[in-house]
Nanobody
Framework: VQLQASGGGLVQAGDSLRLSCAVSGGTFSHLNLGWFRQAPGKERDFVAAISWSGSSTQYADSVKGRFTISRVNAKNTVYLQMDSLKPEDTATYYC????????????????????WGQGTLVTVSS
């Protein structure tokens, strides 16, 4: 399974940005998918996750109400719509795939994911 994240860039506080992650080499509709982020000098943190069917989502408290995760199985792509961006959202964002297919709060842990994309940098200026 390969993941390719894109859509990062430099924006101002309050702006919006949409990240995309194209997935290949696996059965996309069987994968739970997640977004994580890592700021310089910090650990990789959970941002959002979506179930294989798209019917369930989870969000970190810090982004709830501002970010929306979605997927289009026909395009093998997962998205992260980021609105009302803040300087503290600055980080490299990674998409990840979980092959197990079971949905639950454990998907907030990076250790549960089997494959990772290369990351896309988001910089939010104040």
């Amino acid at each position: 399974v390969q993941l390719q994240a894109s859509g990062g860039g430099l924006v101002q506080a309050g702006d919006s940005l949409r990240l995309s992650c194209a997935v290949s080499g696996g059965t996309f509709s069987h994968l739970n998918l997640g977004w994580f982020r890592q700021a310089p000098g910090k650990e990789r943190d959970f941002v959002a996750a979506i179930s294989w069917s798209g019917s369930s989502t989870q969000y970190a408290d810090s982004v709830k109400g501002r970010f929306t995760i979605s997927r289009v199985n026909a395009k093998n792509t997962v998205y992260l719509q980021m609105d009302s961006l803040k300087p503290e959202d600055t980080a490299t964002y990674y998409c990840a795939a979980d092959l197990q297919g079971t949905w639950g709060p454990y998907l907030r842990s990076s250790y549960e994911y089997d494959y990772w994309g290369q990351g896309t940098l988001v910089t939010v200026s104040s």
